[in-house]
């Protein structure tokens, strides 16, 4: 892959490396791995941008359900016909449960079409693309260069799962801090009600810019800065999902050292292969991950939601907010939208980092 640039592969060889060959292999990989990351830093910046896009787009309506799902504003659809926990009175085993999970959100879904219109599937998309561009670049930017530097000064240059967990955890807050304000645009807008035909609904922010507005006026600053300190719970579940990741990924390339060193020449199919399976890599990591981390989310969007009518937050803070959902409405609602989350995320990073690993290798 280094190869195509010599004046990195230069620098990368040391005339006083082992005379051993697999050493000597080893040794030439780790440092050409290194230059490439130190010499390209823009290349993990554009390619988890476009990665990102290309999820948020893909599953838009099931981000919309998923938030509306995590609200209290929408808890009497959960609580009507009583479907996460009985069936006409009487409790449902787990199987049963887990379908009408599945029911639940593609039913919310359809009356979200039926009474609001197709364009309130895509509700937010717009601050959704402006926040995940970014986002995911200054993840993907500072986890990759993160990474490599902290082994560089901290691990001589060999990377480990705790190199992994620090670079990702620096990643995760600093994409945190620079795109909160968008992500509370984009939940107020998600949450907020579309005008009907009956009158029943009501609409308090005409577009992102008026949103904006309207809290810097009646909240203030620190208004576009709610919902943070759930987003550095959020932190938790980016590295662990970064660590089991980067674990999955090195199991598939030691199979292709391995082929390497065999001589075996790699066909197109093997290539797919790879790809495919450093995909599914990435949505079984992110799967385990939000299955442990998830409650951080229902805490995240509550905090987000738009203030009472006489202009107080409705939670005062993190733990009062989750001592609050878990008094008034069980533990369970802490796992509010979990189905429709996973069905969103597991696919949304599969695309994006299938998405990230065809950038970093037609680039590099």
Same mark, same amino acid.
């Given at each position: 892959m280094a190869t195509s640039n010599p004046s990195y592969?230069?620098?990368s060889i040391k005339p006083s490396l082992p005379s051993a060959n697999t050493q000597n292999t080893q040794v030439v990989q780790i440092e050409v791995t290194q230059v490439e990351k130190i010499s390209k830093p823009w290349l993990h910046f554009v390619a988890g941008g476009v990665g990102g896009m290309m999820g948020a787009i893909a599953t838009a309506p099931l981000d919309v359900v998923k938030t509306r799902l995590q609200s209290d504003f929408y808890s009497s659809q959960l609580m009507k016909g009583h479907l996460q926990q009985t069936l006409h009175g009487q409790r449902v085993g787990h199987i049963r449960s887990m379908w009408l999970h599945f029911y639940e959100t593609f039913q919310i879904m359809a009356n979200?079409?039926?009474?609001?219109?197709? =364009?309130? @599937?895509?509700?937010?998309l717009g601050p959704n693309l402006v926040g995940v561009i970014p986002a995911r670049s200054i993840n993907f930017f500072t986890y990759n260069n993160g990474k490599n530097l902290i082994a560089s000064s901290l691990n001589n240059g060999a990377e480990a799962a705790w190199v992994n967990l620090m670079a990702a955890a620096v990643a995760g807050i600093a994409t945190s801090t620079a795109t909160n304000p968008i992500w @509370?645009?984009?939940?107020r807008l998600q949450l907020d009600k579309q005008n009907s035909d009956k009158g029943d609904y009501t609409r308090q922010y005409k577009n992102s810019m008026d949103c904006v507005h309207q809290v810097l006026k009646k909240e203030g600053i620190p208004g576009l800065y709610r919902g943070l300190t759930a987003s550095y719970l959020g932190v938790v579940e980016s590295s662990l999902q970064w660590v089991l990741y980067e674990q999955m990924k090195g199991l598939i390339n030691r199979r292709e050292k391995l082929r390497n060193r065999l001589g075996?020449?790699?066909t197109a199919g093997d290539n797919f292969f790879e790809w495919l399976a450093k995909s599914g890599a990435a949505g079984l990591a992110k799967l385990s991950a939000s299955l442990l981390t998830y409650p951080h989310e229902v805490i995240r969007t509550r905090l987000r939601q738009r203030p009472l009518a006489d202009g107080r937050p409705q939670y005062s803070g993190l733990v009062n907010?989750?001592?609050?959902?878990?008094?008034?409405?069980?533990?369970?609602? @802490?796992?509010?939208?979990?189905?429709?989350? @996973?069905? =969103?995320?597991?696919?949304n990073s599969i695309i994006m980092f299938g998405t990230w690993e065809l950038i970093i290798k037609a680039f590099s």
């Open positions: 592969t230069k620098t979200v079409y039926r009474v609001e219109g197709g =364009r309130s @599937l895509f509700k937010g @509370l645009v984009k939940t075996i020449e790699s907010c989750f001592m609050t959902i878990w008094k008034e409405e069980g533990f369970v609602a @802490l796992y509010g939208g979990l189905t429709p989350h @996973l069905m =969103r995320t597991v696919p």
